[in-house]
Each structure stands twice: as structure tokens, then as C-alpha cells.
């Protein structure tokens, strides 16, 4: 009785060992010898290498990379031979497929005329194809109007895929219909920036707009009431670099200004004010106390505000922060 108990004990030891054994040869990321999380791969002999004890656990690995080189971004790019990410900033998410430029064949040489006439043929009702329906066609008028006003106002490659989904979000719900699509597709750029904090004005998306400025607020107002979107509150310390950037003021007063403004913003005199305005108004209170001459007009041209409005922020930051200029 005693022997079979001690068997059984045994046993059971013997089959936990070589579980645990089993299990650290089947975790590559660890030495089944030492137990060392120090792995290195030698990709010219194709070798798995504990760092800890040499122990070599692989020696016929297969490199899953290219078989070509690349010394720039640019011949990286063009040897590539994948598509482009999804993106939605395009009508079709970039999915569809593309018959390309028609002339040469895969080997670079000169096709016949009457293929070229043909591939020329399919080309033209392929295109045509892919705006059958009335939303395809919808979304590529949409979509080339919020690319033309990113590049008009500069806006980041991530804002124009939000203004993107917005803009779809509003086609399913049907508030595209009865209105202009330039409208809606700048309301919804407008609203990425207002989200992502990207300092853009409705002024200057009325400026390369077709539409005009009232317009583009009433879209605004109906995107933010249909889709429930919580906009965050704008900060006038993010428009301190843009107004700093036109009329040439150092980093170090920038700076200054930007303590300024966090100051007013921590005592809570800073709520229900135009951020802009604020802005330009702690930039001319860091210029004057950094002994730098920008004048209140040249500061408020660069801000799209009144000499007015700089003159009443700048006596209530003044009041506030007790600043002695």
C-alpha cells in the first residue's frame, strides 16, 4: 500500500515537470534551459539566441520580411506592393481597385493601339461604375470639398478623417438631404477641429468656403443638436502660437503669455470670453512686459479681432493677475 502511494506521488511529480517543461519550450519569448526572457534573433543566420546562457532554441527561422532594400522613404514607398490603408476620407474607404495609367504592359513595353483603346474603354466604365448610387456620388463630392479645404487651411491628416466620419454619421441620418453638401462637409471639418482642439475659426473656414459663414454656424448648430457631439471648452492658450507666428514674436514671450493666460484660467476670469481675443490681449501684456514692440493693431489683425476687444481683455487680465506695466 505505502509502495503505490509512493508511485502515484511520483508519478504525478514526474508529469508536473514535464508540463512545466513543455510549456517553457513552447513560449519563445522565454529559455527553456535557464528561463531567460533575453532573446536575441540573428536575422542574417536565421538563429534564435538566449542572451542568458547561448542556448541557440531555433536555427532554421524563415524571414517574413521583403526581398528587396530600401535606403529612403521615398524608394521604400514605390517598391511597396500594397495598398493604401482604409481611409475615410475617401468615398469608397480606398477599397475599390484602380486600372492605373494605359500604354505600357508589365514589362514596360508598348501596348498595341487597339488594346490601349480597349483598356482606355474599361477604364472610363469603371470609373462610372462606382458612383452608381446616389450616396457613392454623395460621398465623392463630399469627400474631394473637405480635401480641398484641408489643404486650403493646413489641417492635420487625423482632423480630416474625423471631419470624414462626421460627415458620414450625418449622411446616415439624413441631414445631408435638403441641404448643400459643401455645407454640411465644412460644418463637420469645423466640428473636428472644435473636438481635436485645432485652432480654426469659422471666419477662415468662411474665407476658401463657398458658403458663407451663417450658413456654415447653422450647419454646425444642427450637426452638434442630430449627433449629440460633446465639444470640449477651447483654451486661448492654443492660440497663442498662431497669433505669435504672423506677427514674428519670440518663444520666450509666448511663454510669458501662455503663464498669463493658465494664471487668469486657474482664478476663473477667463469664462465666457473669446479665447482669440484673451490671446491676443496676454500676448500684448507679454510684449510689453519683454520690452518687445508689436502694437495693439498689429496683434489684432493677426487675430481677427478688434484693437477694442485686446484694449477691455487686457484691462480685466490687468485687474485681475494685479500686473503693474
Known amino acids: 500500500m505505502r509502495l503505490g ?16 517543461t513543455a510549456n517553457k519550450i513552447g513560449n519563445e519569448d522565454v529559455c527553456p534551459e535557464c528561463g531567460s526572457k533575453h532573446i536575441i534573433i540573428d536575422g542574417g543566420s536565421g538563429e534564435r539566441i538566449c542572451g542568458g546562457c547561448g542556448l541557440v532554441m531555433a536555427d532554421n527561422m ?18 511597396s506592393r500594397v495598398g493604401m490603408p482604409l481611409s475615410f476620407s475617401v468615398h469608397d474607404k480606398g477599397l ?27 477604364k472610363k466604365w469603371h470609373i462610372r461604375s462606382s458612383y452608381q448610387s446616389s450616396i457613392d456620388r454623395n460621398l465623392s463630392h463630399a ?43 465644412a460644418a463637420s ?43 470640449p471648452i477651447p483654451k486661448a ?3 497663442v502660437p498662431k497669433i505669435a507666428a504672423k ?25 465666457g470670453k473669446d479665447p482669440m481675443g484673451l490671446a491676443a490681449a496676454a500676448l500684448y501684456i507679454a510684449c510689453v512686459m519683454n520690452d518687445e514692440k508689436r502694437t495693439q493693431k498689429m496683434i489684432a489683425d493677426a487675430a481677427g479681432v478688434t484693437e477694442v476687444t485686446i484694449r477691455n481683455r487686457y484691462k480685466g487680465l490687468k485687474e485681475a493677475l494685479k500686473l503693474e506695466l
Open 96 to 122: 475599390s481597385t484602380m486600372i492605373g495609367q494605359v500604354g505600357k504592359d508589365a514589362f514596360g513595353r508598348t501596348i498595341p493601339t487597339k488594346t490601349m483603346f480597349q483598356m482606355l474603354r474599361l
Open 5 to 20: 502511494v509512493f508511485l502515484a506521488i511520483k508519478l504525478k511529480g514526474e508529469e508536473k515537470m514535464m508540463l512545466k
Open 247 to 271: 506677427v514674428n514674436i519670440s518663444e520666450n514671450t509666448q511663454q510669458t503669455a501662455v503663464d498669463i493666460l493658465r494664471k487668469a484660467e486657474d482664478m476663473k476670469t477667463t469664462a
Open 189 to 231: 471639418l469645423y466640428a473636428s477641429c472644435r473636438v481635436t482642439g485645432t485652432p480654426r475659426t469659422l471666419r477662415e473656414l468662411g474665407k476658401v468656403s463657398t458658403i458663407d459663414k451663417k450658413d456654415l454656424a447653422r450647419c454646425y448648430r444642427l450637426l452638434l443638436r442630430e449627433l449629440t457631439l460633446s465639444m
Open 237 to 239: 492658450q492654443f492660440r
Open 143 to 185: 469627400m474631394t470639398e473637405l480635401s480641398r479645404l484641408s489643404d486650403k487651411l493646413h489641417i492635420p491628416k487625423q482632423v480630416k478623417e474625423r471631419a470624414a466620419v462626421i460627415y458620414r454619421k450625418a449622411l446616415e441620418k439624413g441631414l445631408v438631404r435638403g441641404r448643400s453638401i459643401s455645407a454640411i462637409a
Open 62 to 79: 524563415l524571414n517574413e520580411g521583403p526581398e528587396w532594400r530600401a535606403f529612403s522613404q521615398d524608394e521604400r514607398d514605390s517598391r
